[in-house]
Each structure stands twice: as structure tokens, then as C-alpha cells.
């Protein structure tokens, strides 16, 4: 019973600080739940960007000569078609826009989806490089020049892409991929001429005189191709970074490459560097 009543009075006087050494022995305290920035929800915005379109004019004069040409043995034979007459066109230009989305949050993991919407009219125009041969088709000798002109015009693009971002405080970097959209006009023209000489002894010759000669002949075929109110459509991916200054306020800096399919054998990409700010919910 002594022996008893000794342990309750040690353990009575016990200092606190060797009592704290045994809470190991209570078992693991709770922790609190892990807080992230809330980017979850609705949000819209608007911009200002800055794009740079590229066009690509390289087949565009193909399908033009080609007609013109389908009744020569000349198309057949040396395809005067084929050959690249026209270059690249570039142009920039500074243009707004908006934007709408929606953000899902898991933890500190967002996915979402968003619409971007961009008015920056620009017009490129392709380069040019005269192309003239004089080649053997069957037993005629042909003389041919092929020339022509392009131009592609853009007035407003946009993109219906899904986002995903990681949050580090109060920023959320983010990439993105999508579906594209354009609005445009363009023209292409074609102007193929040359001489024909089917003279077969001897040799023929070019260039000869049809005033003259019989088998000499001289054709030119213009061509053209122009429409306005073109939907373009392709790809669009990019990044950016989206920067909470309260609650429902943000700014945001981006980057974007959009890839236009061909239209009328020709192709558009475009790159815009944004800033905006927006609203969430």
C-alpha cells in the first residue's frame, strides 16, 4: 500500500515539461485541411493582343494554271502547274477580345474550358517569282511563262480550347489546346503565256513568228479565284498565366499559336501575345 500511495504522489509532482515528452504516446494530433486560392467557377474578361500572321501562297496558283492549261499537251507532259510562282505574305497588327470560361478545382489542380474571342484585322500579300522555261512536249517545243498574285485577309479568329493549370500562391500558369476559328476574304490570280510550235523538220524553234510560220502559235490564259466571308478553321495551343490580385479580380498574360487548315490551297498561322483582366465567380 505504500508502494502505491509513492507512485501517485511522484506522478502528482511530475513536471509538465517530462509530461509533454510522453505525448508521443497519445497518439497523432488532427491536422486542418489544406487551403488552396479558390479558381473554381464562371469567369469572363477582356484583352488587348498584339498578332503576327504568316500565309503560305506556294500551291495557291495550281489549281488556276492547271485549268487553264487542261486542253494542252503541255499540262500533261511538263505540268507548268506545279511551279511555285508565289511565296510567303506576313503581316502584324495590334487588335481586343474576350474571353469566358469555366474552372473546375482539385486542390491546387484546375481543368476547365474556355472561349476566346480575337478582332485583329490584318491583310498579307504573297511574294512573287516569275517563272518562265522553254520545254518539249511530244513533238512540239513550248516557250511558257507562269506569274501571279495572292492575298489573304483575316478580321477575327477565335478558339474553344480546354485548359488545365497548377496553382503556386496566387499565380496560375496554364496550357491550352483547342479547336480554331477564322473570318477572311481572299484572291489569287494566275497569268500563264507562252508560244507553241509544233513544227517537226526540222527542229522547231522558240520563238518563232505566227505571222509566219503555221505551227507557231501564241496562247495566254489568265485565271482567278476570290471570295469573301471565308470560315477558316484548325487548331490553336498555347499558354499563359493568370495572376489573382483579390478574390474575384485576376490579370492575365498569354501566348498563342493558331494553325488554319488550307483554303484554296492556301494556309494562315497566326501568333498573338495577349494581357487582360478578368472577373470569377
Not at 500511495?5 to 515528452?21: H, Q, R
Not at 496553382?167 to 496550357?175: A, K, M, T
Not at 505571222?211 to 485565271?223: E, K, L
Request: charge should be negative; aromatic fraction near 14%; hydrophobic fraction near 40%.
Amino acid at each position: 500500500m505504500r508502494w502505491f500511495i509513492c507512485a501517485v504522489v511522484v506522478l502528482a509532482l511530475t513536471p509538465s515539461a517530462y509530461a509533454d515528452d510522453l505525448d508521443i504516446l497519445r497518439g497523432t494530433e488532427s491536422v486542418g485541411a489544406a487551403t488552396f486560392p479558390r479558381w473554381s467557377g464562371f469567369y469572363f474578361g477582356g484583352q488587348v493582343n498584339y498578332s503576327d500572321a504568316d500565309t503560305n501562297f506556294s500551291n495557291a496558283t495550281q489549281p488556276l494554271v492547271a485549268f487553264s492549261l487542261q486542253d494542252l499537251t503541255l499540262e500533261e507532259v511538263a505540268s507548268p502547274s506545279s511551279y511555285q510562282v508565289l511565296g510567303s505574305g506576313s503581316a502584324h497588327t495590334y487588335g481586343f477580345g474576350g474571353f469566358v470560361g469555366y474552372n473546375t478545382q482539385w486542390q491546387d489542380l484546375i481543368l476547365g474550358l474556355e472561349a476566346n474571342y480575337t478582332h485583329a484585322p490584318f491583310n498579307t500579300i504573297a511574294s512573287e517569282t516569275p517563272v518562265g522555261r522553254i520545254v518539249p512536249a511530244g513533238s512540239n517545243l513550248y516557250s511558257v511563262d507562269v506569274s501571279g498574285t495572292g492575298s489573304m485577309q483575316v478580321t477575327d479568329f477565335g478558339s474553344l480550347r480546354a485548359r488545365a493549370g497548377w496553382i503556386f500562391n496566387n499565380f496560375l500558369p496554364y496550357g491550352f489546346a483547342g479547336f480554331a476559328l477564322g473570318w477572311g476574304n481572299y484572291a489569287v490570280t494566275s497569268l500563264v503565256y507562252g508560244q507553241e510550235n509544233a513544227q517537226s523538220a526540222p527542229s522547231p524553234v522558240i520563238p518563232c513568228n505566227p505571222a509566219v510560220t503555221a505551227t507557231c502559235i501564241d496562247y495566254s490564259f489568265s485565271n482567278s479565284n476570290a471570295k469573301n466571308g471565308v470560315l477558316l478553321y484548325g487548331f490553336s495551343v498555347g499558354g499563359g498565366v493568370d495572376v489573382a490580385l483579390t478574390q474575384n479580380i485576376f490579370l492575365r498574360a498569354e501566348y498563342e499559336h493558331i494553325q488554319f487548315a488550307p483554303v484554296a490551297s492556301i494556309t494562315t498561322t497566326i501568333n498573338s501575345a495577349r494581357i487582360g483582366g478578368g472577373l470569377k465567380f
